[in-house]
């Protein structure tokens, strides 16, 4: 029974190589069909099955097997790679950068919050790009003016790489800071600092001379004064006892 099962194992090994050997190739051309199985039986009693007459077994006989069913394969031909991979498109470049307030020119007077500074960048920041105010050449750290002094003030804004590498430039804008000084505000009129003195004032025409006065006419006689009455005696009074 032992035997019988590596017989049956052994000739199921050997159609297994067999089917592989009479495969079709793809170029049409058939395997070796000489290829002969030798069966024999060494002195243990042990079956061996091999390509080659055993030497030294009992006997060594050939196996004849069916022929097994052949399947003609065709080989698939696959794309060939592309010889590059398409890189991404690196990302497109600043166009342009203005600085839109303040304008130009302009005189910011008595400024008590921060200047702020607005630009217009084409196309909008991209990565870690930033942009970086600068004020009379020194870096600001933010996008607005925080202590401004008085005078002018050149501005210029820039976009900045990871790497400080300038990658575009605002043209520089011009404004004027004005403040307010105390000497300026006591010498204000209103406040009493010195009047401004006006020009003199012109003088009037002379005075024109007035007509005479019409005359009176002679004044009328009075009516002549009338007689009074006589004079009466007084009368005495009586002297009452006390």
Do not use: W
């Not at 590596?6 to 069909?33: F, K, Q």
């Not at 004005?178 to 004032?201: K, L, W």
């Amino acid at each position: 029974m032992k035997n019988a099962g590596m017989l049956l194992t052994a000739l199921l090994m050997c159609s297994g190589g067999l089917r592989a050997e009479t495969a079709v190739e793809v170029d049409g051309e058939e395997p070796n069909a000489s290829a002969k199985i030798y069966r024999s039986v060494d002195k243990n009693g042990n079956v061996i099955f091999s390509d080659q007459p055993a030497e030294g077994a009992s006997a060594s006989e050939e196996v004849h097997l069916r022929p097994p069913n052949a399947v003609p394969m065709k080989r698939v031909k696959l794309p060939e790679a592309e010889s590059q991979i398409e890189e991404d498109e690196p990302p497109e470049g600043y166009r342009s950068l203005v600085i839109t307030r303040p304008e130009p020119e302009s005189t910011i007077r008595n400024q008590q919050e921060p200047v702020v500074v607005s630009v217009d960048l084409q196309p909008s920041l991209q990565g870690d790009d930033r942009l970086v105010l600068f004020d009379n050449g020194e870096a600001q750290p933010g996008m607005a003016l925080n202590t401004v002094i008085r005078g002018t003030h050149t501005l210029v804004v820039k976009v900045l790489n990871s790497d400080d590498e300038v990658l575009i430039s605002s043209e520089p804008v011009q404004v004027y800071i004005h403040r307010s000084t105390v000497q300026n505000f006591q010498n204000s009129p209103g406040n009493g600092g010195p009047g401004v003195i006006g020009d003199p004032a012109s003088r009037g025409g002379a005075a024109e001379t007035g007509g005479s006065a019409s005359s009176g006419g002679p004044a009328g006689a009075g009516d002549p004064a009338g007689r009074g009455d006589p004079a009466r005696p007084s009368q005495r009074r009586p002297i009452l006892a006390p």
